[in-house]
């Protein structure tokens, strides 16, 4: 390519060969290319191009060069879109279409140049939109130095490994069959299904080494089987596309686990075989999954494709993609160490996968990791970021399990306090595939209890679905508190919360009562007789009303930090729509509330570029 023949990194290494008596291969002189790139950075700093291009470059990737001539990669597009106004909406089906539109036309628009070099080279790629990303196949330090050089381009990173946390081996872990397991009553969600709540209308979905469908604990939730009618549209994907030695294949078009962990952490979430195995937490919940390991082992391009697809699933052929389809809260019982590829060049694209998910309404959790019981022991993604719910594990005692990994998180930002909570996770028996069981012990055990809690909390109150930080603070605010002799990070093991057990070890009862106590009033309930159009608007909103009554009504105009931006009068007796210029209004997301002396609505209009 002409970059190495003309650039001045070539210039330079012509000047340094002799020196030395090199005789380079064609890979080594490409890796001399960009070590002149780096080397003239530090010398000619008022050289963009050459100091952008040292920075771009994720190291673990370039060293993958020093024996490869080929290697796959993530782009890292610059342009990141900002979901903020998402956590202004009421619903989390406003939340997901709005992120789901977003992210995706975001990537559509800024991709477009990246993807035309890119099919003119020939190369194969993989687009993704939840994080504005493009995973290349088999790109070369050409290639690499090329997109190096793009203004449109961020970054570019080594597609990292993933590994689920495999189950920690106790002596104490028993298969013996029980009316209802431990976890279930030690957590009291039996006590909830008493009150009528076993996460009917909730949807959790599951990444993981796949999921035995037809189990006969997990059968009758599978939201693909409607009575006995199997339809996987919109109910599976498989992100597993080129293994070359796995019993479920690639790209299988049915839920399938080539391992058994996926089954036995969606067996804890909702598994009840209508007989002797009630094993899950939320048995009245319907679930949807993604096999996002190969044998136990992902990558960030399968982590990503995951995670996209739960903000909004396709159809078996991966097209139309439908928010509205997405879960109310996703199982994460894996991880990603430095020995797998994952290090602080990549925390921050996986980081904003996380955020985006949660922006689109939807709960992270995601178990802490069996490297206890060392304080700051909670290392991996994506257990170390902000937004994810992160889950200990814990004993039949209460007391915390050894392998536990403790806070606080200190590989990544600030240091953050770790984890959220625990939950039952020494010993916990649940399916596996071939119609069996068997008893596991680990926090990728703890979590699924977890996000069945979050199921029968959503389902005592449906009006919390999309509120994730109100969801986590309820789970954390009723959890029994434990303590620890154990100080981690200067913070005493007696407090609340601790780096051991968090919050405390979760309580289902104790946790729905809680919900059904707040009263969470989205503004579709309020706004009965009332559309606004076009929404969003350019520079003028049309309010209409149907069935209030004649007087007159005030509209008020909130921008979202709640300052009041006008007051205008109205009487519909005389006239039933009412124009609003918003043309002098800056873009953005705002409120508006409609009231009289007899009642009110409040809604929420999107202000953008004509």
Not at 341 to 367: D, L, P, Q
Not at 579 to 585: A, C, F, I, K, P
Request: glycine share 8%.
């Amino acid at each position: 390519m002409a970059f190495f023949q003309l650039s001045l990194p070539a210039l330079f290494l012509t000047k340094i060969r002799p020196i030395f008596n090199l005789q380079p291969s064609p890979t080594t002189m490409k890796l001399y290319s960009i070590l002149g790139i780096f080397l003239l950075a530090s010398v000619f700093s008022s050289a963009q191009t050459q100091s952008c291009c040292s920075e771009k470059i994720d190291p673990v990737l370039l060293k993958h060069f020093q024996s490869n001539t080929f290697s796959d990669f993530f782009i890292i597009l610059k342009e990141q879109a900002d979901l903020s106004p998402s956590y202004s909406f009421y619903t989390k089906e406003e939340k997901g279409e709005y992120v789901y539109q977003v992210l995706s036309t975001t990537a559509a628009r800024s991709q477009a140049p990246v993807i035309a070099l890119l099919q003119q080279k020939g190369i194969n790629f993989q687009s993704y939109w939840v994080v504005n990303s493009i995973y290349v196949k088999n790109g070369d330090l050409d290639l690499i130095t090329q997109l190096a050089e793009r203004s449109d381009v961020r970054e570019l990173i080594e597609n990292a490994n993933y590994r689920y946390h495999p189950d920690v081996k106790e002596s104490a872990a028993q298969d013996k069959t029980m009316a209802v397991e431990w976890g279930i009553t030690k957590t009291q969600a039996d006590a909830v299904w008493a009150l009528g709540f076993r996460g009917q209308g909730v949807v959790v979905g599951g990444q993981d080494t796949g999921y035995e469908w037809d189990h006969p604990a997990i059968k009758s939730q599978y939201r693909g089987n409607n009575n006995g009618t199997i339809d996987h549209n919109y109910n599976w994907h498989d992100a597993i596309h080129s293994s070359s030695s796995n019993p479920c294949g690639n790209d299988a078009n049915a839920p399938c686990d080539d391992d058994e962990h996926g089954t036995h952490t969606m067996g804890t979430m909702l598994g009840d075989d209508g007989g002797s195995n009630k094993i899950g937490m939320a048995p009245g919940a319907k679930w949807i999954g993604c096999r996002n390991m190969n044998a136990g082992l992902g990558s960030l391009a399968s982590y990503i494709e995951c995670f996209q697809w739960f903000i909004a699933p396709t159809n078996l052929s991966n097209a139309s993609p439908n928010p509205a389809k997405a879960p109310h809260v996703i199982n994460n019982s894996w991880g990603c160490d430095g020995s797998e590829g994952c290090n602080s060049s990549n925390y921050a694209t996986m980081e904003t996968v996380v955020n985006n998910v949660k922006a689109a309404g939807i709960v992270v959790v995601v178990s802490a990791g069996n490297d206890g019981s060392a304080c700051s022991t909670i290392t991996t993604p994506a257990a170390i970021f902000a937004s994810s719910f992160t889950v200990g594990s814990t004993t039949s005692s209460d007391g915390i399990s050894g392998f536990s990994s403790r806070g606080p998180v200190t590989v990544y930002g600030n240091s953050m306090m770790g984890p959220d909570v625990s939950a039952p996770g020494s010993g916990i028996r649940s399916c596996v595939p071939g119609g069996a069981y068997k008893s596991m012990s680990g926090t990728s055990m703890a979590g699924p209890h977890v996000v069945g809690l979050v199921a029968l909390v959503i389902s005592a109150n449906p009006a919390l679905a999309g509120n994730v930080n109100m969801i986590e603070n309820i789970i954390k605010n009723t959890a029994v508190q434990l303590t620890s002799t154990q100080t981690c990070g200067n913070v005493s093991g007696s407090a609340i919360p601790n780096n051991t057990f968090g919050y405390g070890r979760i309580n289902a009862l104790a946790a729905v009562q809680n919900a059904l106590n707040n009263a969470v009033v989205g503004y579709q309930a309020l706004q009965a007789g009332v559309s606004t159009y076009p929404n969003p608007c350019n520079n003028k909103l049309s309010i209409e009303l149907s069935d209030w009554n004649d007087m007159p009504c005030t509209l008020e105009l909130y921008n979202i930090s709640g300052q009041h931006i006008l007051s205008e009068n109205w009487v519909p007796l005389f006239k039933s729509k009412h124009e609003l210029d918003v043309s002098g209004l800056p873009d953005g997301v705002y409120f508006y509330k409609l009231s009289n002396t007899k009642q009110q609505a409040q809604g929420r209009l999107v202000k953008i570029k004509s």
